[in-house]
């Protein structure tokens, strides 16, 4: 493995394109020292090196991962996300989550849930939910409450628009503080958006125009720093004079 | 099972719900109108980077010929995007018998390949139900409108007609694939060209077909362009819209498809789907999509002819002695015509045919390990062995000036003989030193490439 580039207790490829077989960190030149590795990054004996392609990340004092998007996700712990029911079978629905297994959402996963309140959910309904078992093998599964078993917005949403995008641009809408197009978006307009981290999003407001501008001005907004952003966001609203 | 429902994708009721609410407002979800195209893209000749050994699907007449015109795939290839929908087209065409009951006309096959990376319920092999729809439709307008002129492509009628073959492969769906497909058919159609040949021989019955560098090849005669414009419709056909997306498609369930030219004539029409629509629907729909189809043409035509225009010029940058050249074309019939021009050139060789010979047989294996300029081919018992090599580069040269008669139609595309052409290069700055000592070499096109040395090699050129 190559080991001239980043090999020091203070990695110099935070906030850079790394890509897998980069080595990030050499832990023989660091003692006694804990250092938490976020996704994409994997211990090799003596070294920390990259497993996924995407941007180095860094919070103080010590966490790493890197920051990766893909058109499918790949399902996580905890993570919420954004399903279609597919099927119905007798102890759960099938739901899409756009990773390579459906996942399985157990009938009583809801708030409330015995076997006399099962919901009615056909095929196409939109979902949002919190996966509850990942590994790599078996179909994920999700569940429509919190840990603490109350609803918390999970569940059914009616009505709005629902479109995909990359999980890059799903965590970037989700992040804190406020992403600059929603920001933008929500000074003008009044909307509601649920966000699932495996890139779906789902945008519902009072008048068709709304929502309309609203996704569009999302899915335009992928590659664009936060000015850039805002700005884009602006001249939107401007040209359907909402402003 | 279930890995198989993973993969396709779903459409929810909210989308379908909110689909159908905003065109009641005629407004569409990428924020177009209801007659709006989304918007396109032609791009050209994309074919040029293929290595050659993969280029040999066009199986034209003649062997020698199809490994020549690498040419020729630059023309009649396309690729068009419209909106997200991304669709090529090629072009190729391959003389064939004609089908009985029209012995003088050439003929026209349409193939589609969806690729399953296009969408995840395309799967890889025997084209499913919406691929020969499409194939049919796109045919349908193109063949029985008689777009494209059939009686100039016979050759010999009875025995030998072009055969024109037009493959369609789509990339990515967005939805109205149709449309897409059609205009790639088009363009590509437009910059086909195909190869110029005539009737002679000793029995005046084969035919010769010319290569095209010797005589340029000739444009497909496409009379109109049929365009066709897709509709897809909504609340029960109250709502109609143009260039549907993918989405849309999904949700509307009727589908009408209309080819219209820009004169106004109705090509084809097909519907598809459950539902049915009013006949008063169907002539609203042919008049908008006359008006669409003359925009579509104009669009069409002007990228047409940037790229015509670009690729003359690069014609133009041609070496100007190398078209005068093009002597020895290795095909079974010139081989007469080229060994008298030879014999011309090399009046003065004593093994002039031995030389001719061995240059046309060794032009196949020089094909196929081309570029490498290594002396082979190197007729032992030639009088012209260049024994005096004197600069690293001369062994190149030699061992290419004998073919290079061959070479020379080769020259002008630069992926194929890189070494070929730094001689043209080399010999036309006058690097070579060396090459002029080969007295007896055929008059070759290096003397006549360098006007710079040698007074008595531009006397032997004036001479022949």
């Known amino acids: 493995m190559d080991v001239d580039t980043g090999n020091m207790t203070q990695t110099n490829l935070v906030d ?48 790493y991962w890197v920051e990766s998007s893909q058109k499918r996700y790949v399902p996580r712990l905890e993570d919420t996300v954004l399903g279609i029911v597919v099927e119905h079978r007798s102890d759960n629905f099938l739901v899409d989550i756009k990773a390579p297994n459906l996942a399985f959402l157990p009938v009583l996963a809801f708030e409330g849930g015995t076997r006399r309140n099962i919901p009615k959910f056909e095929t196409g309904t939109l979902i949002y939910a919190r996966v509850v078992k990942a590994n790599g093998i078996m179909n994920p599964e999700l569940s429509c409450t919190d840990a603490s078993g ?10 709005g628009y629902m479109f995909e995008t990359s999980t890059g641009l799903a965590r970037m809408l989700l992040s804190s503080p406020t992403c600059p197009v929603l920001e933008a978006l929500g ?7 649920a966000v699932g981290l495996n890139g779906r999003v789902w945008v519902n407001a009072s008048s068709p ?35 | 099972m279930e890995q198989r429902w993973a993969n396709t994708s779903r459409l929810t009721i909210n989308e379908k719900q909110f689909i159908e609410e905003a065109l009641r407002s005629e407004i569409r979800v990428d924020g177009r109108r209801l007659y709006d195209y989304r918007r396109l893209t032609i791009k050209f000749g994309r074919y040029r980077c293929l290595p050659r050994a993969t280029i040999l699907s066009c199986k034209c007449y003649h062997l020698r010929f199809s490994l020549f015109c690498c040419n020729c795939r630059e023309d009649g290839s396309s690729e068009v995007q419209l909106g997200e929908t991304h669709v090529m087209a090629f072009v190729t065409g391959q003389l064939l018998q004609p089908y009985r009951d029209r012995p003088n006309e050439g003929t026209l096959a349409i193939f589609t390949e969806f690729s399953p990376m296009a969408d995840p319920s395309f799967e890889p092999g025997r084209p499913g139900e919406a691929a ?5 439709v796109i045919d349908r307008g193109l063949r029985e409108s008689r777009a494209v002129d059939m009686e100039s492509l016979c050759v010999v009628a009875g025995k030998s007609v072009w055969a024109i073959r037009v493959d369609l492969h789509i990339i990515d769906n967005g939805g109205n694939l149709i449309d897409a497909a059609n205009i790639a058919a088009l363009a590509a159609l437009s910059t086909f060209r195909r190869p110029e040949c005539s009737v002679g021989g000793d029995d005046n019955q084969e035919i010769i077909v010319h290569d095209p560098e010797v005589r340029d090849p000739i444009p497909l005669t496409i009379h109109h362009f049929p365009i066709a414009v897709t509709f897809a419709f909504f609340h029960e056909g109250n709502t109609l819209v143009i260039d549907p997306h993918y989405k849309e498609e999904a949700v509307s369930g009727v589908r009408m498809t209309v080819t219209v030219n820009s004169n106004g004539d109705v090509c084809a029409i097909q519907k598809a789907g459950g539902e049915g629509i009013l006949s008063g629907d169907v002539m609203r729909c042919l008049r908008i ?62 093994n002039s045919p031995n030389q001719t010979s061995t240059s046309l047989t060794t032009t196949k294996d020089k094909d196929t390990n081309a570029s490498i300029g290594r002396p082979l081919n190197w007729d032992p018992y030639s009088s012209s062995a260049p024994a005096i090599v004197s600069s690293s580069t001369l062994p190149e040269l030699v061992g290419t000036s004998k073919d290079a008669n061959e070479d020379q139609m080769m020259q002008t595309d630069e992926e194929y003989d890189p070494n070929l052409k730094k001689d043209q290069i080399a010999s036309a700055t006058g690097v070579s030193s060396g090459i002029h000592k080969q007295n007896s070499p055929p008059k070759s096109l290096k003397d006549a490439v360098k006007p710079k040395h040698k007074r008595k090699k531009n006397a032997e050129r004036g001479a022949r």
Do not use: W
């Open chain 1, 150 to 159: 109350k609803a918390a917005e999970f569940g059914q949403l009616k009505n």
């Open chain 1, 209 to 243: 125009d709304d929502v309309i501008l609203v996704s569009n001005a999302i899915m335009r907004s992928e590659f664009l720093s936060g000015t850039q952003q805002r700005i884009m966001a602006e001249k939107l609203l401007e040209r359907l004079q909402k402003s």
């Open chain 2, 289 to 350: 999509a006359s008006l669409k189809a003359s925009e579509m043409t104009t669009k069409i035509k002007e990228a047409v002819e940037t790229y015509n225009a670009e690729v003359a010029l690069k014609k133009v940058k041609r070496h100007p002695s190398l078209i005068a050249q093009k002597i020895t074309v290795p095909d079974v019939e010139m081989k007469e015509a080229s060994f008298q021009k030879t014999k011309e050139l090399s009046a003065d060789m004593e």
């Open chain 1, 187 to 193: 000074n003008k307009i009044s909307f509601e958006t």
């Open chain 2, 132 to 136: 020969i729809e499409l194939g049919r």
């Open chain 1, 16 to 63: 850079k394109v790394v890509v897998p077989g980069d080595v990030v960190l050499d832990l023989t030149k660091m003692e006694n020292q804990t250092i938490k590795l976020g996704s994409g990054l994997r211990q090799d004996c003596d070294y920390i090196s990259v497993m996924q392609a995407g941007k180095l990340r860094l919070s103080k004092p010590n966490k």
